[in-house]
């Protein structure tokens, strides 16, 4: 894949999901604008989804607790307080799958790609970042009080 | 009339989000039945009366070109008006969307309108106004 064409659709996906469908102010920061400032990744609840295709991989989104629960809250139109823990998962998983659908069809819409079905990450259960992917793409999504990431590991087929 | 309506998608939270956007769009609506995936949808279809479906594409167990499929060569499901409702944006996945007889297709995210617009080609007008809808800080209020 092309990394700046990859980069260039996942900004375009990040802005339309998360200002249509989860009315986010956001602000997109790619990997050469990032400062010292880093997502804090304590207290965050990442998501996974698998891709295959020309090209496979996955798009990993890690997200602060806080604001996965006020995104949930938004989306659903529901008091985060009235939240349970499986409307949070189940929102961000389905954040992913926008992003991640979106970022495909923008980068190329006359290829065809699997999506797989998305799952939490465990890290406690060794479900960290794949370390044998040809290539990445990072981008962080700062929100008005809050920063998220969104990774995407991928391996041209040959 | 109302209208019984199918909303097929393994995310609860999704399912919830288009059920509001069709209650605050004015349909007179009789039940809304949910299913998380095509193999239950089937199920629901062939116990119910259903007048519309929205479908996800990807689910466990039958995708939502499976159910579209199976739909249409079911004498009795045929005529049922199909939506796919999916974050699919492929040229070639679409136009098999439509190939096999989907009745329209709305991509993932989508706002209020697009399901409204969507529903009042298969449907016709609302009977009642639509609600209001806020955009603020606190969201969009379906």
Request: charge should be negative; proline fraction near 4%; charged fraction near 25%.
């Amino acid at each position: 894949m092309n990394p700046i064409l990859l980069t260039k659709a996942m900004k375009a996906s990040i802005s339309e999901v998360l200002e249509t469908m989860f009315f986010m102010v956001i602000d997109v920061v790619s990997e050469s604008e990032k400062k010292e400032s880093v997502p804090d990744s304590s207290h965050a609840i990442g998501v996974v989804l698998d891709f295959g295709g020309p090209a496979c991989g996955c798009f990993r989104l890690m997200v602060p607790s806080i604001l996965a629960h006020e995104s949930t809250a938004d989306f659903l139109g529901i008091d985060i307080d009235a939240l349970a823990r499986d409307d949070v998962c189940g929102t961000l998983m389905e954040m992913v799958n926008m992003l991640a659908g979106n970022t495909l069809s923008h980068y190329d819409a006359d290829l065809v790609f699997d999506l797989s079905v998305p799952r939490m990450i465990d890290e406690e259960a060794g479900d960290r970042s794949p370390s044998g992917q040809a290539g990445y793409c990072s981008l962080d999504i700062q929100t008005l009080a809050n920063r998220m990431s969104l990774v995407v590991n991928y391996e041209d087929k040959v | 009339m109302a209208y019984n309506i199918l909303i097929v998608d393994d995310s609860t939270p999704m399912r919830a989000v288009i059920k509001k956007v069709i209650r605050a769009s004015g349909f007179d609506i009789g039940t809304f039945f949910e299913s998380a995936n095509g193999a239950e949808a089937l199920s629901t279809l062939d116990e119910n009366w259903l007048d519309l479906v929205l479908t996800d594409y990807n689910m466990p167990d039958m995708d939502g070109l499976l159910l579209l499929k199976k739909m249409k060569a079911d004498d009795c499901m045929k005529t049922i008006p199909v939506v796919m409702v999916t974050t699919e944006g492929s040229h070639e996945r679409v136009d098999d969307f439509l190939a096999h007889g989907a009745a329209a297709y709305i991509r993932k995210p989508f706002t209020p309108e697009a399901i409204r617009q969507t529903l009042n080609n298969l449907l016709g007008e609302p009977e009642n106004e639509p609600d209001s809808v806020d955009e603020g800080d606190e969201g969009l209020d379906f």
